[in-house]
């Protein structure tokens, strides 16, 4: 395993404890809760959609600090973007903690969510970086 | 024998260089027990009960001794009474259909408590709606025991069956089972005791404890995984229906009907894990051998001393019984404002395995107002190094954390 700071950085430390991302939307298009059976993560997406683009985004719930960081960073990258766009970085995200995406410019795109590369490194963890992206994707594609 | 004697025996110990501190998930297990199936398979293997030829009498008279040294153990008054199962999950469902589905009508009752583990909780779920009965709980007071109003307010004359841990696996809370058995049995209904977490740790007496069931899973007591046992009172075995159909079970067969063979084989479907009954039998001859009073004078040595330890951090929260007499070898405790699984991950960096979650008893969760926890469970060879090591690594996992913790 990696060295824990890796891991528990500060980017990650902050959206974990404290996320300005963690609040309710008023009137959003949709509406999702993920969950993790295993160890009882849960959180539930709202987001609100203008034609083709992610305007706004917000989360609530519980779980541990890669869940619910992993949420928030999630959050932060994908407002603002296209459908099109934010199904992209998804795919590169889950390939990235999967281990399968090595491209540097598509990871590139990740922002902020690069912090969690270091997750692929600890197996009992990838569940919990994964679910609030899982959320997203079952929510774009069932739209 | 000490504790640094005891350690030698377990192999994993020295191998990996950890702190075991989940043994309430399954312990590990001693060189005498990997030894006997090593000579199981080099000099005993064949299908017990099928062979004419001497080498499956053979394996059959050791599986068979295997069945009369754990009726001994428990003190059942007959072999007879000792069933082989997987784990304990399977002993549970296995009396939740043949003796649940068969005796529970409509408007009866099943009582359990709230400390239950989804094992003993799910399948009487499932039972009840097929019987048209009801499932009911027992909850426990603020010192996270069952009182004794609680237990005459649930169980009544409605209630058939009541199901009962033995220790909890979260809290480790000892349930006053002696009473609640005599109780119900007053009212009329059996009871069925999980003992998972309490045998490998305290001498359990099925005829004392007049238990119609008593279960519990070998895995947790230094024995192999896969091997479950099922004490239940031949009376009542007698006149239940065979939980699983097939091979060994049965005494004749025809086109359109069986008949089954007597207790205990009518329950044993199937080639059995022949290896792990082996298993089994070393392990309760190590724990025999070492004695349950030396085994409870190690553990509440170090089990007291890790809640003196752990009471010490202010930044913990600490889920357990203040009546020592009625607590076990588990703790479970959360780094306030801070989440089980980010503490385990912290733990395993220092290699102290702890178990995090939700241990199986959602309900216990929700009703104690919590996601989950931190467990710490200990056996005969863990030491007060192991609970000073769990102390740092606590202390570490709390540094990190703590200036990002909202108050």
Known sequence: MEDLSDVYNELIMEHSMNS??????????????GHNPNCGDEITLELKIDGD??????????????????TSIMIDTLKGKTIEEAKEIIKTFIGMIKREETNQEKLEKLEDAIAFKNVANMPARVKCALLAWHTIEDI???? | MDIENIKKDFPILENRKITYLDNGATTQKPIQVIKSIEEFYKKYNSNPHRGAYS?????????ENTRNKIAKFINAKQSQEIVFSKNATESLNLIAYSYGMENLKKDDEVVISIMEHHSNLVPWQKVVKLTSSKLNYMYMNDQFELSDEEIESKITDKTKIVGITHVSNVLGTINNIKRIIKYAHKKGAIVIVDASQSIPHMPIDVQDLDCDFLVFSGHKMLAPLGIGVLYGKKEILNKMTPFLMGGDMIEYVYEQETRFAPLPNKFEAGTQNVEAVIGLGAAIDYINNIGYDKIQEIENNIVQYAIAELSKLNYLDLYLTPNKENHSAVISFNIKGVHPHDVATILDTEGICIRSGNHCAQPLMRYLGIDSTCRASFYIYNTKNDVDKLVNALNKAYTMFKKYIVK
Do not use: P, V, W
């Not at chain 1, 774009?140 to 739209?143: A, V």
């Not at chain 2, 080498?55 to 059959?60: C, D, G, H, K, V």
């Open chain 1, 20 to 33: 300005y991302n963690k609040k309710r939307i008023e009137n959003a298009d949709f509406c999702k809760l």
């Open chain 1, 53 to 70: 683009k992610i305007t706004d985004m917000a989360f609530s719930g519980h779980g541990c600090a890669i869940s619910q960081a992993s």
């Open chain 1, 140 to 143: 774009l594609n069932d739209k």
């Open chain 2, 55 to 63: 080498l499956s009498i053979e394996t059959t008279e050791e599986y």
